[in-house]
């Protein structure tokens, strides 16, 4: 069963911090690259950062030096820290495999709102 299960959204003030978590099913996590994404209603998802099965990782230049993503391959889930936070950030974050084709299986994604 394929399945994507995101936490650990929530409301934060610019400059605060927060830790996303994605359980994945084994299927998708265990020989796939992992990343994180984002998405604002009207706009195109994008992609926030990336981890291989091997652990090496990528950032969109507008989170560099402010997120982490690392994965727990015991536990197939992903995880995505976020500090210094700024309101740009505000957007529905999503995990999945990358690179994922069109028909892939999404989950909910968890909301991530940053105040000013």
């Known amino acids: 069963q394929v399945q994507l299960v995101e936490s650990g959204g929530g409301l934060v003030q610019a400059g605060g911090s927060l830790r996303l978590s994605c359980a994945a099913s084994?299927?998708?996590?265990?020989?796939?690259?992992m990343a994180w994404y984002r998405q604002v209603p009207g706009k195109q998802r994008e992609l926030v950062a990336r981890i291989t099965s091997g652990g090496f990782t990528n950032y969109a230049d507008s989170v560099k030096g402010r997120f982490t993503i690392s994965r727990d391959n015991a536990k197939n889930t992903v995880y995505l820290q976020m500090n210094s936070l700024k309101p740009e950030d505000t957007a529905v974050y999503y995990c999945?495999?990358?690179?994922?084709?069109?028909?892939?299986?999404w989950g909910q994604g968890t909301q991530v709102t940053v105040s000013s």
């Open positions: 999945n495999k990358i690179p994922w084709s069109a028909g892939d299986y």
């Open positions: 084994p299927a998708i996590f265990t020989i796939n690259a």
